[in-house]
């Protein structure tokens, strides 16, 4: 995913990201019955490149959004840091602060989530892998009263390429897709739905 730049510059990054690269994450995606995307759960172990002290994480909708209501909060491992919106991105940086400074090679595991109270609906997620070799897992939750009619996975090596893969993916009684990579290549990785 590209960074919008007026937040690159206001986090530093132009010269400086990355310092961590990810190792395993571990997402889940819960979505309610008006269709919109509340929260983003997510597990994330990461390896330091440079000596580093925080994180920056990314959640993005549609541009023009109330990125107002989109909220990142470190859960343990991190305390959340400064936040950058840009509207008309849709985009919303957050910066997650370690429990300490990493020298490179030492390694962390954060929990963090995106409260999303947008109320946009939502008919995919994905995340962009800007490097190989990440163990992915990525899981969307449905409401047992509004399971979409069509779900499916699906790859791409960048956002503006045709599916590389696409795979239909069939829910749990309770709701529930998921995709597990064990070594992604670089690009996206998504599961979209269809509700009619």
């Not at 580093?52 to 840091?81: M, N, S, Y």
């Not at 962009?128 to 409401?143: A, D, I, K, M």
């Not at 009619?149 to 795979?167: M, N």
């Amino acid at each position: 995913m590209l960074l919008p730049v007026a937040a690159q510059h206001q986090f530093g990054l132009c010269w400086s990201w990355p310092v961590m690269l990810s190792v395993t994450v571990v997402e889940e995606i819960v979505i309610s019955a008006d269709r919109s995307m509340t929260s983003k759960r997510v597990i994330q172990t990461l390896v330091a490149v440079k000596e580093a002290d925080r994180q920056i994480v990314v959640h993005q909708r549609e541009p023009g959004c109330d990125v107002t209501l989109i909220v990142p909060r470190g859960i343990t491992g991190c305390r959340t840091g400064r936040v950058a919106r840009d509207p008309d991105a849709g985009a919303v940086l957050g910066e997650l602060l370690l429990d300490r400074t990493l020298a490179v090679g030492d390694t962390a595991v954060v929990h963090y989530e995106i409260a999303d109270r947008s109320g946009l609906p939502a008919t995919q997620y994905y995340r962009f892998h800007e490097w190989p070799g990440t163990h992915h897992v990525l899981e969307v939750q449905f409401p047992r009263e509004a399971i979409p009619v069509r779900i499916a996975e699906f790859r791409r090596p960048h956002s503006s390429a045709p599916d590389s893969l696409h795979r239909d993916l069939t829910p749990t009684h309770d709701g529930r897709v998921h995709v597990l990579t064990p070594s992604t290549d670089r690009g996206i990785i998504g599961i979209t739905w269809e509700w009619d």
